[in-house]
């Protein structure tokens, strides 16, 4: 759950504010309308489960066969932006670079556990989209390592893994969750038993190819622009 912790900085002032209401009557949110789905699931951090987050996804589809997802700690207005993922098809993860594929996890467990959910949604409804989650590959990346109360995005970039058999979700996140959403993950896992994963399986290389994997820093040189011959017209 967020905690909600106290952001350096002072609040928003009254004219921020009158500025944003200008802006927003005017300006085009284009991006960020084309969202049209919340899915809450659990991403725990690629090297050590131990640390697991809940994580908001708000996504929108890009086609029929990828979608791209906004992650948040919560689903509340002073939410804080915690990562990212996109979710392809079976397909376009098959098409994949072997060493690109060990950086994708496949949902298929999250969705057939009950644990990936959409909050307020009727299961009859979401299980439809459910089916094609279910057969899907999402890459995430988290900036905000929330879970270590960090008051701000610190560090690089954490490569997140979903869940991928029982036993891997800690308890007590899942009964904090299933009540405030007012859902049981058991079941829901009843329910969706007739849905199906990847129609070749989880690929082997799939979740870090059962590895974990870490974000490291390396120097190197900086390539310098190449000098460009200007054309005078």
């Not at 640390?51 to 700690?73: G, K, N």
């Not at 098409?95 to 959409?118: A, I, N, Q």
Request: aromatic share 10%; proline share 6%; glycine share 8%.
């Amino acid at each position: 759950m967020a905690t909600h912790q106290k952001l350096p900085g002072e609040p928003t002032y009254a004219g921020t504010a009158l500025l944003e209401t200008a802006t927003s009557a005017i300006q085009s949110f284009a991006p960020v309308n084309q969202i049209h789905q919340h899915l809450c699931a659990f991403h725990f951090y690629g090297n050590d489960m131990t640390r697991q987050v809940e994580a908001h996804h708000f996504c929108s589809h890009q086609t029929e066969e990828m979608r791209q997802c906004l992650i948040y700690d919560s689903p509340d207005a002073d939410a804080r932006l915690i990562g990212i993922e996109y979710i392809v098809s079976e397909n376009l993860f098959l098409t994949l670079p072997d060493e690109e594929k060990r950086l994708w996890h496949s949902h298929e467990y999250e969705v057939k556990s009950g644990v990936l959910f959409m909050p307020g949604v009727p299961g009859p409804v979401q299980r439809k989209d459910l089916e094609k989650v279910c057969k899907t590959y999402g890459k995430a990346f988290h900036f905000w390592q929330v879970d270590k109360d960090d008051s701000l995005p610190l560090g690089l970039p954490q490569l997140m893994w979903a869940l991928t058999r029982e036993g891997q979700l800690d308890h007590n996140l899942a009964q904090d969750v299933e009540k405030r959403f007012g859902v049981s993950f058991e079941k829901e896992k009843v329910n969706r038993a007739y849905m199906a994963g990847p129609e070749h399986g989880i690929h082997p290389l799939a979740n870090g190819g059962g590895k974990g994997l870490k974000m490291k820093l390396r120097e190197t040189d900086c390539k310098p622009l190449e000098s460009v011959p200007r054309i005078f017209v």
